[in-house]
């Protein structure tokens, strides 16, 4: 596959070839544990599934080709390539981090890895400069969201690639909400880029698994013994249905940010409606920078209630029937959520409500189905 071919070429041929032995189109499952040497040491490239696996090993050179990356690695889930990442580091390092942060990443910095010796620093990104004054001696690593989990925020991942380059440090940014096909960080100078392969790449909600890229050679040889030497990997059935989602990757991901558009809009004009967080909107604080580092502006949506009322923010998202509550996001089918008792309820009140996560904010995963059946559904749920 040519590095310059197009995201819709790559998405769907990167890392793929006809199976050698039947001539088959799509990878087939290698559902196996081992691999026969004809000698000892002597093999195909493959000696055991923990290490490395065909299905997966297709996998990872597609998502590495759409992340315009030299290496990549698969894991079982988002959160075990966020636990890889912070294998790279020692106790005694400290990492600097968004205040606006899924509640998993927050839950497992806090609690596992600030009992290991690591210090975690929560800051408000908007300035770069502001952040520099967290910067010592001890401190490692940089890691962003972008666009954050709940609140939309977009940071500029340039400016914190020249922050991290002057200060010798690793930029690390979780990706899941905009995809490769709207944000590639490591062509704007980010050291590894993070996904949550169950959002958008699988994009079916039927796949657990997370994804690490980077072109440092030295970084990608690290991971690549983490990857080995925990274990977290992907078994080949899941590899292979996220390798037939990311086909077509670039089809829904176009679908997700004209309904995402639609439904921000709908809702902005809704008098029960208080503040809407999506970064398409020219207001948007950081609207000039998601222009510049995004080809769209997505399908995620937050929004709270002119009420800022809880019991009603719960009679809202329960009487809808298009979307769905559940946790997740990214999936062909439209999903809502109430971040400050699911995705958000590890972090604590005090500290949720200083970024924005208030009892009455709602998270919408808009997804692909007829825009119309959506704002109608809206359009009931506020009714009632």
């Known amino acids: 596959m040519k590095k310059d071919a197009k995201f819709a070429t790559k998405a769907i041929h990167a890392g793929v070839e006809p199976d050698p032995a039947t001539g088959a189109i799509m990878t087939p499952v290698y559902q196996t544990t081992t691999y026969a040497q004809p000698r000892p040491g002597v093999h195909k490239g493959y000696e055991y599934s923990r290490t490395q696996n065909p299905t997966r090993h297709a996998l990872e050179k597609n998502l590495t080709s759409l992340e315009n990356a030299e290496q990549g690695f698969a894991f079982s889930s988002g959160m075990a390539a966020v636990d890889a990442c912070l294998k790279l580091l020692k106790p005694g390092n400290e990492v600097i981090s968004t205040n606006d942060l899924y509640g998993g990443s927050y839950r497992l910095f806090t609690t596992t890895y600030a009992d290991f010796g690591l210090k975690f620093h929560f800051a408000n990104m908007d300035s ?8 010592n001696d001890q401190t490692k690593m940089i890691w962003l969201e972008t666009p954050t989990n709940p609140l939309m925020s977009v940071i500029d991942i340039l400016a914190y690639a020249d922050l991290a380059r002057k200060h010798d440090l690793m930029l690390v ?16 100078g980010a050291t590894i880029v993070m996904h949550s392969i169950t959002k958008y790449i699988a994009g079916h909600s039927d796949v657990v698994m997370g994804f690490l890229a980077t072109n440092d050679k030295d970084v990608g040889e690290r ?10 990997v992907p078994g080949p059935q899941d590899c292979f249905l996220a390798l037939r989602g990311v086909k077509t990757l670039h089809l829904r991901m176009e679908r997700h940010c004209e309904n995402g558009a639609e439904v921000a809009h709908w809702l902005r004009k809704h008098p029960k409606v208080g503040k809407v967080y999506w970064p398409g909107f020219e207001d948007h604080p950081n609207h000039e920078v998601a222009k510049n580092q995004m080809s ?3 399908g995620m949506i937050s929004f709270t209630l002119a009420s800022d009322s809880l019991e009603e ?25 109430h971040p400050a008792s699911m995705t958000h309820a590890s972090i604590p009140k005090e500290e949720r409500e200083k970024t924005g996560v208030t009892d009455s904010l709602i998270r919408l995963s808009v997804g692909i189905e007829h825009i119309s059946d959506l704002i109608d559904d809206l359009e009931k749920a506020f009714a009632n």
């Open 173 to 188: 940014v979780d990706n899941t909400f905009a995809s490769p096909y709207l944000q590639t960080p490591l062509d704007l």
């Open 223 to 232: 991971l690549k013994f983490i990857q080995k030497s925990s274990g977290a």
């Open 313 to 337: 923010a719960f009679d809202i998202v329960s009487r809808l029937e298009v979307f769905t509550i559940a946790e997740s996001l990214g999936g062909v089918e439209s999903l809502v959520g």
């Open 128 to 135: 770069p400069k502001s952040v520099e004054a967290l910067i």
């Open 296 to 298: 769209g502006f997505g």
